[in-house]
């Protein structure tokens, strides 16, 4: 069964270091991968996506991401984190869902905190 | 502004009431989908629509039920049978495309039980 994982429940930065959240998935075929980013109480927006061709992929507001086949994982990651980052963000992948098409599974999110 | 639009944003219910959240879209999306969010739990898919007047159940379809009328219209409604029903829901709809294109959210409603 196609499963998204996010290891960390919660990670908390400095603001200006470097961030990775992580992600791994499991899909029996080419996976379409995704981070969203939710602040709270609001619905969800899309940072960036892959569906195939180079692995790294540039989002908005600085983050990227590397799609790895062979960890099959699809790390996020921002080389210098602002204050306004904080938030919870969450990695999903699309799967056929009995048969439909563009239905997304979604890991349980990682709630990032920034320090000053 | 091309969108979706959830309503209310918050929302009371009665024991042993139904309640209808309403979610509309402009963006021309053949699907659209209902999921429902808990802390720590991540969403979690309720309904699902590809088509006007056809829908599928999710992983947790029991005490909900929806109708698609309109492409433009998905609403979900809770129902007493839904035991547990205070949560976060979202709204989303994207084009049909071979599981590539990302799905677009509103800004959700929040359901609570009094």
């Known amino acids: 069964a196609q499963s998204v994982t996010q290891p960390d429940i919660h990670i908390t930065v400095s603001e200006g270091a470097s961030l990775e959240l992580r992600c791994n998935y499991s899909?029996?075929?080419?996976?379409?991968l995704f981070w969203y980013v939710q602040s709270p109480g609001q619905g969800l927006q899309l940072l960036l996506k892959?569906?195939?061709?180079?692995?790294l992929v540039q989002g908005i507001k600085g983050f990227e991401a590397e799609f790895k086949r062979s960890q099959s994982s699809f790390n996020l990651r921002k080389p210098s984190v602002h204050w306004s980052d904080a938030a919870e963000y969450f990695c999903?992948?699309?799967?056929?869902?009995?048969?439909?098409?563009?239905?997304?599974?979604f890991g349980k999110g990682t709630k990032l905190s920034v320090k000053p | 502004d091309g969108g979706i639009t959830q309503s209310p944003k918050y929302l009371f219910r009665k024991e042993g009431q139904n309640v209808t959240l309403s979610c509309e879209q402009n963006?021309?999306?053949?699907?659209m989908y209902w999921y429902r969010q808990d802390p720590g739990q991540g969403l979690r898919l309720i309904y699902y629509?590809?088509?006007?007047?056809?829908?599928q159940k999710g992983d947790i379809a029991e005490g909900y039920s929806v109708s698609r009328e309109k492409k433009e219209s998905f609403p979900l409604t809770v129902t007493s049978a839904q035991k547990n029903p205070t949560a976060f829901y979202l709204c989303?709809?994207?084009?049909?495309?071979?599981?590539?294109?990302?799905?677009?959210f509103g800004q959700g409603t929040r359901l609570t039980v009094v």
């Open positions: 989303a709809s994207s084009s049909l495309f071979r599981g590539g294109t990302e799905a677009f």
């Open positions: 892959y569906f195939s061709g180079d692995t």
């Open positions: 899909y029996g075929a080419t996976p379409y």
């Open positions: 963006l021309n999306h053949d699907a």
């Open positions: 629509s590809q088509i006007v007047n056809d829908f």
């Open positions: 999903a992948v699309g799967a056929l869902y009995g048969g439909s098409q563009g239905n997304l599974i």
